[in-house]
């Protein structure tokens, strides 16, 4: 193989990696075979260029050589990805993120009367555009402000569900239910205060166990998120249940 500089080498493996993410599965290609063949070609065209040949040389080649999902014949590719490739086919290469960006507005400009229905494909079509995005290889940039809207929206929806319904639902339960201190405010919020604290701390637990599929999942907004961050949720639970603790002890 030709020497390649340190930067040619890393795009040359990302592009390797891609065609073999690409081929998985595919039935009439053999992987091998297509990574031997790109690696023939490269060889080829750089044939003349003074080693260690660089990004600029190697790039011209790929473009060149075309995406690694080219390899893929047709009739093997999945729908959903033939789908979203022409929807991002043409001059405009933020296409998806448009689409993602007007289901999102759609959410907003319905909200609550059929909104929330479109949140969920609004997210879809923005993660397919964050994993299109990652598996070229290429930076977001600017086209965040298209997609993450819908990813962080319902990612508060999600922690909504998580960290605040259980507790009012217990509350309600209790309140509605069992009749727990009827006419009595005082100990009703002493009892709010430690239901909602308990909930936070063995929430933050439940979040912290399940930190790796909800960053795959919301990825790129949590990345970087560690269980450190939610001691915090912790912290304001432990405080609530002190607080509660307070009023029972304090005399009024």
């Given at each position: 193989?030709?020497?390649?500089t340190?930067?040619?080498?890393?795009?040359?493996?990302?592009?390797?990696?891609?065609l073999?993410?690409?081929?998985r599965?595919?039935?009439?290609?053999e992987?091998?075979?297509?990574?031997q063949s790109?690696?023939e070609?490269i060889?080829?065209?750089?044939?003349g260029?003074p080693?260690?040949?660089?990004?600029?040389?190697?790039?011209a080649v790929?473009?060149?050589?075309?995406?690694?999902?080219?390899?893929?014949?047709?009739?093997?590719?999945?729908?959903?990805?033939?789908m979203?490739?022409?929807?991002?086919?043409g001059p405009?290469?933020?296409?998806?993120?448009?689409?993602?960006?007007?289901?999102?507005?759609?959410?907003?400009?319905?909200f609550?009367i059929?909104?929330?229905?479109?949140?969920v494909p609004?997210?879809?079509l923005?993660r397919a555009?964050?994993?299109?995005?990652?598996?070229?290889?290429e930076?977001?940039?600017?086209?965040?402000?298209?997609?993450?809207p819908?990813?962080v929206?319902?990612?508060?929806?999600?922690?909504g569900?998580?960290?605040?319904?259980p507790?009012?639902?217990?509350m309600a339960?209790?309140?509605?239910e069992?009749?727990?201190?009827?006419?009595?405010?005082?100990?009703r919020?002493?009892?709010g205060l430690?239901?909602?604290?308990?909930?936070?701390?063995?929430?933050?637990?439940l979040?912290?166990?399940?930190?790796?599929?909800?960053q795959r999942?919301?990825r790129?907004?949590l990345?970087g998120?560690?269980?450190?961050?939610?001691?915090?949720?912790?912290?304001?639970?432990?405080?609530?249940?002190a607080?509660?603790?307070?009023i029972?002890?304090?005399p009024?």
């Amino acid at each position: 193989m030709i020497e390649l500089t340190d930067t040619a080498r890393q795009r040359f493996d990302l592009y390797l990696t891609r065609l073999r993410s690409a081929l998985r599965g595919a039935r009439s290609v053999e992987t091998d075979d297509v990574e031997q063949s790109v690696r023939e070609h490269i060889e080829f065209a750089l044939a003349g260029t003074p080693a260690p040949v660089g990004a600029e040389h190697l790039a011209a080649v790929l473009d060149r050589l075309g995406p690694p999902e080219r390899w893929i014949p047709e009739e093997e590719r999945p729908i959903w990805k033939q789908m979203f490739d022409r929807l991002r086919s043409g001059p405009e290469d933020w296409r998806l993120a448009y689409i993602a960006f007007g289901m999102f507005a759609l959410t907003m400009l319905l909200f609550p009367i059929g909104g929330v229905l479109l949140l969920v494909p609004a997210f879809v079509l923005s993660r397919a555009f964050v994993s299109f995005v990652a598996e070229k290889g290429e930076p977001i940039g600017a086209r965040k402000w298209l997609v993450y809207p819908a990813i962080v929206m319902l990612l508060v929806f999600v922690m909504g569900i998580i960290i605040i319904a259980p507790a009012a639902g217990i509350m309600a339960y209790l309140l509605e239910e069992r009749h727990m201190y009827e006419g009595n405010d005082l100990l009703r919020a002493q009892l709010g205060l430690q239901v909602f604290g308990g909930w936070f701390i063995g929430a933050s637990a439940l979040l912290a166990a399940a930190l790796g599929p909800l960053q795959r999942f919301f990825r790129p907004v949590l990345d970087g998120w560690s269980r450190k961050r939610l001691l915090i949720l912790t912290l304001i639970g432990a405080g609530l249940v002190a607080a509660g603790a307070a009023i029972l002890i304090t005399p009024f």
